[in-house]
C-alpha cells in the first residue's frame, strides 16, 4: 500500500527588523521610566539651581556682566547630560538584578539593541530636560543669541555629548555588580570633569598642568561647541586650540566629541554582549 505524504509548509516566526526591535525595546524602557517621573525632574535641580541661583549670585560677587549668567547657563548643560545619562546607567543594574534582562537576551535580536534601545531612551530624557533648562533660563531673563547655523553646531554637540556619556554609564552599568558601588563612582565621572572643564569659567584660570588636562576632556570640546553655537562665543575654542579660524576650531572640537561618542558607543556594546555571556 502506497503512502502518500504532504509536505506541510510550517509558517515563518516573525521576527522584527532591527528599527522594530529598537522601538519596542525604547518603549518599555520609557514605560519603566515614567513609572517613576523622579528620574525626569530630579536630576534638573542641580543645573537649575546653577543657572538661576548661583549664576546670578556669582555675578553680583565677581561684578561681571549680564552674559556670565548665560555663560552659566550652557555651562549647566555641561553638568546635566553626565548626571542624566549616568543615572540612566544605574537601571541598567535594576534591570539586570530583578528585571527582565535575562528573558530580553534570549530574544533572537542582537544585543546591541538592548544598548540601543536604552540610549534612545535616555537621548529623549536628557533633550526633554535641556529643553526645560533652556526655556527656565529664558524665564530668569537669560537671553542666548544664535542662528541657524549656531544652532546647528549647539544640537550636535549635545547629541554626540549625551551618546558619548550614556556609553559611559552603560560600559560602567556592565562592569560594577553593586548599585551601591556603581553610585560611588557618579561624582568622579558625573561632576569632577564638569568642574575642569570650563562650565563655571574659562580653563585658561586653570594652573598649567589642569590647563592641558582639560584640554584634552571631551566635556571642555562639548561646552566650547555649545556656547560657540548658543551664544557666539568663541573664547572657549580660542582656550583649547589657539588658531584664527573659528570655524576650524569648532570643526574640531566637534570632531572630538565625535570620537568619544563612537568609541564609547562602541566599547559599551562589546563590555554589555561580554558581560551577559556570564
Do not use: C
Not at 548643560?77 to 544605574?90: A, D, H, Q, R, Y
Not at 528585571?99 to 534612545?120: D, F
Not at 568642574?195 to 584660570?205: D, E, H, Q, R, T
Amino acid at each position: 500500500m502506497a503512502v502518500i505524504t504532504r509536505e506541510i509548509s510550517l509558517p515563518h516566526p516573525v521576527v522584527p527588523g532591527r528599527l522594530g526591535a529598537v522601538a519596542t525595546l525604547a518603549r518599555r524602557r520609557f514605560q519603566l521610566t515614567v513609572r517613576t517621573p523622579r528620574e525626569l525632574f530630579v536630576p534638573l535641580i542641580t543645573p537649575i539651581l546653577f543657572a538661576l541661583v548661583i549664576a546670578p549670585a556669582l555675578m553680583t560677587a565677581l561684578h561681571t556682566s549680564v552674559s556670565y549668567e548665560a555663560f552659566v547657563a550652557v555651562g549647566t548643560i555641561g553638568l546635566l547630560i553626565p548626571l542624566n545619562t549616568v543615572f540612566s546607567g544605574l537601571s541598567v543594574i535594576v534591570d539586570r538584578d530583578s528585571g527582565a534582562q535575562r528573558e530580553l537576551l534570549a530574544a533572537p535580536i542582537p544585543r546591541s539593541m538592548l544598548v540601543l534601545g536604552n540610549l534612545v531612551v535616555a537621548f529623549a530624557v536628557t533633550a526633554f530636560q535641556i529643553v526645560a533648562l533652556i526655556l527656565a533660563a529664558m524665564a530668569r531673563g537669560i537671553h542666548f543669541h544664535t542662528s541657524t547655523s549656531g544652532l546647528g553646531w549647539f544640537l550636535a554637540a549635545v547629541a554626540l555629548f549625551t551618546v558619548g556619556m550614556y556609553g559611559v554609564a552603560e560600559t560602567l552599568a556592565s562592569r560594577v555588580p553593586k548599585q551601591e558601588e556603581y553610585i560611588a563612582r557618579v561624582p568622579a565621572i558625573a561632576i569632577v570633569p564638569w568642574f575642569l572643564a570650563g562650565s563655571l569659567f574659562p580653563i585658561n584660570a586653570l594652573p598649567t598642568f589642569l590647563l592641558w588636562f582639560a584640554r584634552f576632556l571631551p566635556i571642555t570640546h562639548a561646552l566650547a561647541v555649545m556656547r560657540y553655537g548658543l551664544l557666539g562665543d568663541s573664547s572657549g575654542l580660542h582656550n583649547i586650540w589657539g588658531m584664527s579660524s573659528v570655524t576650524t576650531m569648532v570643526s574640531l572640537s566637534l570632531l572630538v566629541v565625535a570620537v568619544f561618542a563612537a568609541a564609547l558607543s562602541t566599547i559599551s556594546t562589546r563590555v554589555f554582549a561580554h558581560a551577559a555571556l556570564h
